[in-house]
């Protein structure tokens, strides 16, 4: 009897070892792809913030912008300077309004008379020794673009005019 019992014994004793020996096997595999999906996830992630350092550093290119469209105001202003005392008398000036906007362009085309009357009013205030030099007519050409740009804003609640160029200016 005793030896039918020892090869029961032998078999239970194998089938306690299976079960002991696929469950530290299978808790080393978890851990294994566990430890290989946490080191995959820092790896993605550090390559993402590596590539997010590098486009930061790199210089923007600007963007271009949009195409200048002119406005010519014909005819050239012609004013009498004031205060004319052994300078200029009259001022000859042709000026054009840039925008880069279809339609400000259109706005701009629109109120075209009443630019031409606050630009006159504001050339007929001015002393030829006050625009003289460059940096005078400097100074007028920016006062000239603030002038309509007030009007602009005024009628159509935008600038419309980015610019203001004096294409001819002529002092006599």
Partial sequence: ?????????????????????????????????????AGAGWYL??????????????PKKPAVPAPALYLPLEPAFVVNLSGANGGPQYLQVEVQLMTRDAVQLEHLKANAPAIR?????????????DI?????????????????????????????????LFTSFVTQ
Avoid: N, W, Y
Wanted: aromatic share 2%; glycine share 10%; proline share 3%.
């Fill in 1 to 37: 009897m005793s030896d039918k019992k020892a090869p029961a014994k032998a078999a239970a004793a194998d089938k306690g070892e299976k079960k002991g020996g696929k469950l530290p096997l299978i808790i080393a595999i978890v851990a294994v792809l566990a430890a290989g999906g």
């Fill in 45 to 58: 992630s550090s390559k993402k913030a590596t590539e997010a350092e590098h486009a930061a550093a790199e």
């Fill in 117 to 129: 009357a606050d630009l006159l009013m504001l050339f007929a205030q001015q002393s030829g020794t």
């Fill in 132 to 164: 003289v030099d460059v940096p005078g007519r400097k100074k007028l050409q920016a006062a000239a673009l603030a002038e309509v740009q007030k009007l602009m804003t005024a009628e159509t609640g935008e600038k419309c005019a980015e610019g203001l």
